[in-house]
């Protein structure tokens, strides 16, 4: 749960961004379009705007014929270091989330601090919390100082290649899952369990790289966000894929509790899992097509999950199994559920991206 409040937490960020800080100062005037020789158009700028921002250069992004959009250049650099000063929090889990929560944000230099000596538990929590965080390293080990820098461009992946990356990693899963089902393989399916964390560190990257890209227009357009509003659509999108990853991998950890396969019961639970797998490759190529058709027939596949998640049940209350082993098997068929349900949050975002009416776009 903890991942799925951190996803919304940044999308309240790219919101903000985005949107007014202050709507009350909001001014609308006319402003006169002078010609100038050579067949260029000048436009004078309002002095306080350009002297609050503090900048002699602007970007111009022109989002329609009649939308065109003006914001100051920015150094995505500036405000992109922290400190974390773990003399206040002392807690090595609690410094764990804040360092993942920054990672996220999108910043740049991490460092954490404290007036004593860093216990050798907590520097051994530090190193080994690098390998959760893609791109990044660390450039200040000392007695009480640890500093983590990310040396990953996020402007050089395309939003879509990330989207690409996390599917095929959870593809991989998916199949695999299906192979210890079928041969109830609990060593392969402990196996499966232990990649979980490698997912979740494709997907930081991605919420990471939507919080920078939001900061700057050029950088958003680059890895292919070309609406600034369609960063929340596509911040959603990554706690969808977050999601995804969990209850794709999670009936492995039911299986431990069968002792038999029931052919019945496993019948139907292959068959959801190729229902899910199917919906959540759909509704991917959906998204990154920006495929309002393909969606729309994922979405309409749902109810036939749903039928195929009773049929399980009814079956397993006739007591023909044993009560632990019902159990396992119906968590399994819920989880082949969700996976297909977040597929559907995926499909409901592509109609975020594509049926904005034509004044938002």
Same mark, same amino acid.
């Given at each position: ?15 903000? @961004?985005?949107?007014? $800080?202050?709507?009350? *100062? ?29 900048? *002699?250069? @602007?970007? @111009?992004?022109?989002? #329609?014929? $009649? ?14 270091? /922290? ?17 993942? =929560? ?11 601090? !404290? ?46 290649? =990330? ?11 998916? #199949?695999? !899952? ?39 227009? /050029? ?19 990554? #706690? ?7 209850? !794709? ?21 292959? $068959? ?21 058709? !393909?969606?729309?027939? /994922? ?23 044993? =009560? ?14 969700? @996976?297909? +349900?977040?597929?559907? +949050? ?5 109609? *975020? ?7 938002? #776009?």
């Amino acid at each position: 749960m903890r991942y799925i409040y951190k996803a919304y937490i940044l999308i309240f960020i790219i919101y903000k @961004v985005y949107m007014s $800080k202050d709507s009350k *100062n909001v001014s609308v005037e006319k402003r006169k379009i002078w010609k100038i020789k050579g067949g260029s158009y000048i436009l004078a700028l309002p002095k306080q705007w350009v002297e609050n921002n503090k900048t *002699n250069e @602007v970007i @111009v992004v022109i989002e #329609s014929d $009649k939308l065109l959009r003006i914001s100051p250049t920015i150094d995505i650099n500036v405000e992109r270091e /922290v400190e974390i000063d773990y003399d206040r929090i002392n807690d090595p889990r609690t410094l764990e989330y804040f360092i993942l =929560t920054y990672y996220m944000q999108g910043m740049s230099r991490i460092k954490v601090k !404290t007036q004593n000596v860093f216990d050798s538990n907590i520097k051994k929590r530090l190193r080994d919390l690098r390998d959760d965080m893609l791109g990044a390293e660390i450039v200040e080990d000392k007695s009480n100082i640890f500093t983590f820098e990310m040396i990953v461009d996020v402007s050089t992946y395309h939003i879509n290649d =990330t989207i690409r990356n996390i599917n095929d990693f959870i593809n991989d899963i998916h #199949s695999d !899952t299906i192979k210890a089902i079928d041969t109830l393989d609990k060593q392969l399916a402990s196996e499966i369990m232990g990649r979980i964390k490698e997912g979740l560190r494709k997907y930081r990257f991605m919420v990471r790289q939507i919080a920078i890209s939001s900061m700057d227009i /050029v950088l958003s357009k680059k890895i292919g966000i070309e609406n600034p509003r369609h960063a929340i659509v596509y911040g959603t999108v990554s #706690s969808y894929l977050n999601r995804m990853l969990h209850h !794709t991998a999670m009936p492995n950890s039911y299986l431990a509790k069968i002792n038999k396969i029931d052919t019945v019961a496993n019948d139907f639970i292959l $068959k959801m899992a190729e229902s899910a797998y199917n919906m959540r490759n759909n509704s991917i190529t959906a998204l990154i097509n920006k495929d309002i058709d !393909t969606a729309v027939k /994922v979405i309409r596949i749902m109810s036939l999950q749903k039928d195929l998640e009773d049929e399980l049940l009814n079956y397993l209350f006739t007591g023909d199994i044993e =009560t632990t082993e019902a159990i396992s098997y119906s968590m399994i068929g819920k989880e082949f559920r969700r @996976v297909s +349900g977040f597929s559907v +949050g995926v499909c409901d975002a592509v109609a *975020n991206l594509v049926l904005a009416p034509k004044k938002l #776009s």
